[in-house]
């Protein structure tokens, strides 16, 4: 399986540009986690996003038989 992970940062500038160099200077001196915000991982799009567990056969009988 492959999965995606993204790096969230939150730098404060005036332009696209000056926020690039900013972030780029934070990572030069190794002080990028002042602007670090989160981590976003996502899975492969083809697979299910949680496995639901099964139900007991006490349960199932008794949506069958109450109808719920």
């Given amino acids: 399986m ?3 992970i993204i790096r969230v940062y939150r730098v404060v500038a005036s332009s696209q540009y000056e926020a690039t160099d900013r972030l780029m200077e934070a990572f030069e001196k190794g ?3 002042d602007y670090y915000v989160k981590d976003i991982v ?4 083809d697979a299910p996003a949680a496995v ?3 139900m ?6 008794r949506r069958q038989i109450l109808g719920r």
């Fill in 42 to 45: 996502k899975g492969p799009p």
């Fill in 56 to 61: 007991s056969w006490w349960a199932l009988a």
């Fill in 52 to 54: 639901a567990r099964p």
């Fill in 2 to 4: 492959e999965y995606t």
């Fill in 31 to 33: 002080v990028q986690r």
